[in-house]
């Protein structure tokens, strides 16, 4: 057989034996600039990137993530090779690494801050001295040409919604360039959670992104559980699916209902917003939490499912199965709706790929990655699943995925709960002081809503976090948009951004 | 289509009754609203909501507003896209450092007499998120908040509850 570049790259080395499940291998600059070769060609994927004090650690994937490891260039002094010069989809996350931890990519063509607006009154700890001078006005990309006029937006949205910068450049009503500027809601989460306790952290974690709670807690308990080689009871990971099935319906109702209300269909909103509601009234009595925050715990969850509960996600999961097909119906026999969403917005499958673009947005321009499936967790293993996929990448696409994956999360729903297994619900989490490491280290990937959260940690020998890198889904599904929008009229902005409905909050950290 | 309307107006109203305790409470809360907001704000009161640094999870809860169980428009209470057009501010997240410019002016875009609700344990003080390098506080160390509304994040009928008491409030100021 013929060796992947993922094998070349990794091949004959030997792994931190502190890292966990997947191996973690230092590398030299050649190496480094071999596996920014093979990113650039599509025969790896980048799955995450951050930054240390002397260190940089890229997370890489072969193409459908059957396997996946961790390189990191070590004793890094001030600056390191760039890997977005050869592949751009790296770029923003360089820039963030420039100012969280003052290490600079050499070599990269856009060096401009990203997150740090240069107004924090201190920056965050080992990051350069200056980042950003707050004189400085940030420079927007230069646009040239005549008949064109740039339409400002932001960060203060007219909607309920998170705040972000969008300038676009029109040309009359199409608009040929739209330049993001993210980072209004950096709260420097990854600075609150080195030191903090086990229990803080994960809390934090359970807020990086709230619609994603429950993938954030589970994302950092998995990766935590494998730093320690916790081995949680097989009724906390049944819990923990259905727990996060439920945020996946909750989300995608929420999302289906609002993409058609930026179409002027606000009837689907309605119908949408009555059976988002009717979840998350089933989660609060089902686990005390409508969101469901701080229920899944290093170790397992916070708290079983009694009768009572099981009757209310059987009920509520009957009612979406009477009501869902009704507004389905509904979407696909309104043609005056599909007028706006078919051919709108398009995301080519190439730049998808490119991106290693996950979640619906990945999957409606012919991506078929789940992490749920690869590298895929329990219980999902001993579950049956079908992980939709179209080509055409427009509005109408993301709003077809998002119609699958709820029928898929609620036949998953229904073989969790004829199939639940009885027993102890959470574990302790062993503190690896005995073994003798100083630091364990562990790595996981876990598919929310929006796609594949990643989460690194590194625990100390007291069980506190000394470092955590939460990635969000939206990383690279954000500067997709820029893409997708393209050549569409202004006026479809909102619903493009709706059908992508990244994270501004899990991308600003 | 016209089958979904036409269903929807013969069926009864989709809204099922609620749990026991809810229910009284959102029908306390309903009527209770209902007048005060007639009596001090002429039937109407515009929000206009700030997200200042949240984790989203406040913005969900106060987007349930809308749906059609607690259906905050037939108290007259809507949410406006511009400060301009607004009475009160509702504020969430913790303070960013990188917010609070966007807030500061939001604020003074807001016509007088205006209120300040800050929601969520990180709207009060900074919740879980004090103390970071990027974050400014809570809502009230950049604007006078006139209320808070706690809560990780409030529950929909917290947020009612709470439009309430800053009716309330309000009537008591003038
Ligand atoms: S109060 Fe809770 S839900 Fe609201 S922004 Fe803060 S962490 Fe998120």
């Known amino acids: 057989m013929e060796m992947t570049a993922f094998d070349a790259i990794t091949n004959g080395r030997t792994a931190d034996p502190d890292h966990r499940p997947w191996p973690r291998f230092s590398v030299d600059e050649g190496t480094w600039a071999k596996t920014a070769d093979a990113l650039r060609d599509g025969e790896c994927c980048l799955l995450g990137y951050w930054g240390e004090r002397e260190r940089v650690n890229l997370a890489l994937g072969t193409p459908n993530l059957s396997a996946i490891c961790v390189l990191s260039l070590e004793n890094v002094d001030r600056v390191f090779p760039s890997l977005a010069a050869a592949f751009p989809p790296a770029a923003r996350l360089e820039r963030t690494i420039r100012e969280m931890n003052g290490l600079l990519a050499a070599g990269a063509a856009d060096s401009r801050p990203w997150l740090n607006h240069g107004r924090w009154p201190q920056v ?51 608009v040929v360039r739209l330049e993001e500027r993210l980072g209004y809601v950096h709260k420097g989460i990854e600075g609150l959670m080195a030191g903090a306790p086990l229990a803080k952290a994960a809390q934090l974690a359970g ?31 049944w819990l923990r699916a259905l727990m996060a099935e439920l945020e996946r319906i909750a989300n995608h109702l929420g999302d289906i209902g609002a993409i058609c209300n930026d179409a002027a ?26 969101l469901m ?51 709108t917005g398009i995301l080519r499958p190439a730049l998808a790929q490119r991106f290693a673009c996950g979640g619906v947005i990945g999957r409606a321009s012919g991506r078929t990655v789940d ?16 992980v939709p996929s179209l080509i055409e990448g427009d509005v109408n696409a993301r709003v077809w995925i998002r119609i699958r994956e709820v029928e898929q999360s609620l036949a998953l729903i229904e073989q969790i709960l004829s199939r639940l297994p009885e027993g102890a619900i959470a574990t302790d989490i062993r503190a690896r002081a005995e073994a003798g490491a100083a630091h364990t280290e562990g790595l996981s990937l ?37 893409a997708a929008i393209e050549g569409n009229i202004v006026a479809d902005f909102p619903l493009c951004n709706k059908s992508f409905n990244c994270s501004y909050s899990g991308h600003d950290l | 289509m016209r089958k979904t309307l036409f269903r929807s107006i013969i069926q009864a109203p989709v809204t099922e009754a609620p749990p026991p305790a809810d229910a009284a409470a959102l029908a306390e809360l309903a009527a209770s609203v209902d007048a005060a907001a007639l009596r001090r704000l002429g039937r109407s009161l515009a929000i206009r909501e700030v997200d200042a640094g949240s984790c989203n999870g406040c913005e969900l ?30 504020v969430t997240g913790p303070v960013t450092w990188n917010m609070r410019e966007g807030l500061e002016r939001t604020y003074a875009a807001t016509p007088a007499p205006k209120w300040v609700v800050a929601v969520g344990d990180c709207g009060f003080d900074g919740g879980i998120f004090a103390g970071s390098y990027a974050v400014a506080g809570g809502v009230s160390a950049v604007v006078p908040v006139d209320l808070h509304i706690r809560g990780c994040p409030p529950t929909p009928t917290q947020l009612l509850r709470g439009l309430l008491a800053l009716l309330n409030a309000a009537g008591q100021d003038r």
Request: contains cysteine.
């Open chain 1, 124 to 174: 965050p700890e080992a990051s350069a001295p200056s980042a950003l001078d707050p004189h400085d006005k940030y420079t927007f990309l230069p646009v040239e040409g005549e008949s064109l006029h740039q339409i400002p937006v932001g960060p203060v949205h007219a909607g309920i919604i998170e705040p972000g910068h969008f300038r676009f450049t029109a040309n009359g009503e199409t």
């Open chain 1, 207 to 237: 807020r990086v992104s709230g619609d994603s709670t429950v993938a954030y807690a589970l994302a950092f308990a998995r990766a935590v559980e494998a730093a320690t080689e916790t081995v949680v009871p097989e009724r906390a990971h």
């Open chain 1, 265 to 290: 269909f606000a009837i689907m909103l309605a119908h949408c917003g009555i059976l988002r509601e009717q979840v998350l009234r089933a989660t609060a009595t089902t686990f005390g939490h409508r």
């Open chain 1, 293 to 343: 925050m701080d229920r899944i715990i290093p170790g397992g969850v916070a708290c079983d499912l009694n009768g009572d509960g099981r009757a209310a996600i059987e009920a509520l999961v009957a009612r979406i199965r009477r009501k869902f097909p009704e507004l389905v119906e509904l979407y696909d026999n309104t043609t005056s709706l599909q007028d706006r969403t078919v051919a």
């Open chain 1, 371 to 386: 992490a749920r499936r690869h590298p895929g967790y329990p219980p999902y293993d001993q579950l049956a699943f079908d």
């Open chain 1, 446 to 482: 876990v598919e929310g809503f929006r796609g594949d959260i990643l989460v690194w940690v590194r625990l100390r020998a007291d069980g506190t976090v000394d470092r955590c890198h939460p990635r969000d889904p939206s990383w690279f599904q954000w500067p997709l948009l820029e």
């Open chain 2, 61 to 90: 809860e106060i987007h349930a507003l809308n749906n059609a169980f607690y259906d905050l428009e037939r108290f007259g209470i809507r949410f406006v896209a511009s400060p301009r057009h607004a009475d009160v501010l509702l």
